[in-house]
């Protein structure tokens, strides 16, 4: 088991930025792909973001590379997303995952991710 706790959610104006932080609670952290996913009200959760294991590779949505970027701090059982440039449409409840074998079916499924954070709310306002 794996808990996974986000924090540094908030509400800023556009063109603002956040930095989301996630911390796992096992030591085997560094053994997971991370992902970032966001649900809006009404809508399917999002494939936002990944990184592999060492950090060495990372996936981005299309939509959003660029603006957001995800990385990782082993030794702090932690793994980050820098949002910058942010628009109303950013706005929605943004969580982390965890997975170990995501190559199946994708770092974008979140049917590729074993454990989840609770979310934390991010609120862009124009």
């Known amino acids: 088991q794996v808990e996974l706790v986000e924090s540094g959610g908030g509400s800023v104006q556009a063109g603002g930025s956040l930095r989301l932080s996630c911390v796992g609670s096992?030591?085997?952290?560094?053994?997971?792909?991370m992902g970032w996913f966001r649900q809006a009200p009404g809508q399917e959760r999002q494939f936002v973001a990944s990184i592999n294991w060492s950090g060495g590779e990372t996936n981005y949505a299309d939509s959003r590379e660029g603006r957001f970027t995800i990385s990782r701090d082993n030794a702090k059982n932690t793994v980050y997303l820098q949002m910058n440039s942010l628009k109303p449409e950013d706005t929605a409840v943004y969580y982390c995952?965890?997975?170990?074998?995501?190559?199946?079916?994708?770092?974008?499924?979140?049917?590729?991710?074993?454990?989840w954070g609770q979310g934390t709310q991010v609120t862009v306002s124009s």
């Open positions: 096992r030591r085997t952290f560094n053994s997971y792909t």
């Open positions: 995952a965890a997975g170990l074998n995501v190559q199946r079916m994708g770092v974008s499924s979140p049917r590729s991710y074993d454990y």
